[in-house]
């Protein structure tokens, strides 16, 4: 946030931009901005709007809803980066733990690795106190078996 020089004697506000590419990203965008303008981070804002999308079971391109691999297992990646400092974590192949976004920003603060995988990515996560759960859910589970 700040403000640039658009011409001689012409001052404009930057204002935060949050983009999502499907429509079920909107209310993690809606929130994403509340976050920012209560004054939290642009990593609290992505995490807080992504873990409302992730925990939607609704939705089944991400998280608690998505759709198990075809062993019918639902495995999950997250990715977060952060300019400052050229940081970036993720996680893949995470299983059982609904928002894998938290989970690869704990990878970028607290690790030296870039990405952790399967049941390192599991075993990390419960250290760091993220609950366990089922993220099957009858939807998926017959979309599954319909594949």
């Known amino acids: 946030m700040g403000s640039s020089k658009d011409g001689p004697g012409t001052s404009t506000t930057l204002r935060p931009l949050v983009?999502?590419?499907?429509?079920?990203?909107?209310?993690?965008?809606?929130?994403?901005?509340?976050i920012i303008a209560s004054g939290g981070s642009g990593l609290d804002a992505v995490v807080e709007?992504?873990?409302?999308?992730e925990s939607d079971r609704?939705?089944?391109?991400?998280?608690?809803?998505?759709?198990?691999?075809?062993a019918g297992i639902v495995q999950l990646d997250a990715c977060?980066?952060?300019g400052p400092g050229h940081r970036a974590g993720s996680?893949?192949?995470?299983?059982?733990?609904?928002?894998?976004?938290?989970?690869?920003?704990?990878?970028?603060?607290?690790?030296?690795h870039v990405m952790l995988v399967g049941a390192g990515a599991m075993e990390f996560a419960l250290s760091e106190g993220f609950a366990e759960s089922d993220l099957n859910t009858p939807e998926s589970q017959e979309a599954?078996?319909?594949w």
């Open 91 to 112: 996680v893949a192949a995470l299983e059982g733990i609904e928002n894998p976004v938290a989970v690869a920003r704990r990878v970028m603060e607290r690790t030296p």
């Open 58 to 70: 609704d939705v089944d391109s991400v998280g608690a809803g998505g759709l198990p691999n075809a």
């Open 144 to 146: 599954w078996r319909k």
């Open 19 to 34: 983009v999502s590419t499907w429509p079920f990203g909107k209310p993690a965008n809606d929130r994403a901005l509340e």
């Open 80 to 82: 977060i980066m952060s």
């Open 49 to 53: 709007g992504i873990g409302l999308v």
